[in-house]
């Protein structure tokens, strides 16, 4: 069945460095979704990208859906301590108008003030 | 409601009990979701219910596991016989089905098998 793998699984960084996580599909996705789960919270939405190769920003995140839309990559900028958290991509596919979201691994971000 | 509500959020059973973790989603929302997620591990896709279509089951871990949407709002996942493995968060999201539409989740249930 469908795949979607993170890496890496976790990050340490000083408070001030770059953060990547990356996103692979085993399958073309019909479009993809990041999230970010706070510690001891739910996932909350941040974003999607629906066309190949599209870039979002929002502050100092930046998003990217890759060219054959199977892979993905989230990029923090400067990262700060409120950056905590495990940020989950979800590929999503259709099928007969219905939409499913199969959820990454995960990346669990710890940032060292 | 405002937003996604599941009860109980906390759940602690004995081994070999049925369990009813129930989840009330957005109003109008057609798409509901259930996952699973372990201490420390990523979103375990069990379940999805859209409209009036049959549910895409092909997540459930065993035949113990079973979930019904009720009117097409209201739904509530049964885990008959508990094993400690079940030992978990259970998540429920709704979407509206459309694409796009980000998945809002409620606060979760922890159920803990003793």
């Known amino acids: 069945g469908q795949q979607v793998m993170q890496i890496p699984q976790y990050q340490h960084v000083q408070e001030g460095e770059d953060f990547t996580t990356y996103c692979n599909s085993s399958?073309?996705?019909?479009?993809i979704q990041w999230y970010k789960q706070r510690p001891g919270g739910h996932p909350v939405f941040l974003i999607q990208?629906?066309?190949?190769?599209e870039v979002k920003k929002q502050k100092r995140l930046t998003f990217q859906f890759g060219e054959a839309k199977k892979n993905s990559s989230l990029h923090i900028t400067a990262t700060q301590t409120t950056d905590v958290g495990t940020y989950f991509c979800a590929g999503g596919t259709t099928t007969s108008g219905t939409y499913k979201y199969i959820f990454g691994t995960g990346t669990r971000l710890k940032v060292l003030a | 409601g405002a937003g996604v509500s599941q009860s109980p959020s906390n759940k602690v059973t004995e081994k070999g009990k049925d369990v009813e973790l129930r989840c009330d989603p957005i109003s109008g929302h057609t798409a509901l979701y259930w996952y699973r997620q372990s201490l420390g591990q990523g979103l375990e896709f069990l379940i999805y219910?859209?409209?009036?279509?049959?549910?895409?089951k092909s997540g459930l871990p065993s035949d113990r596991f079973s979930a019904e949407r009720t009117g097409g709002s209201v739904s509530t996942l049964t885990i008959q016989r508990t094993q400690q493995e079940d030992s978990a968060v259970y998540l429920c999201?709704?979407?509206?089905?459309?694409?796009?539409?980000?998945?809002?989740f409620g606060n979760g249930t922890r159920l803990a098998v003793t």
């Open positions: 999201a709704s979407s509206l089905n459309r694409e796009g539409s980000p998945l809002h």
């Open positions: 399958t073309t996705l019909s479009n």
């Open positions: 219910f859209q409209g009036n279509s049959a549910p895409d």
């Open positions: 990208l629906v066309k190949s190769g």
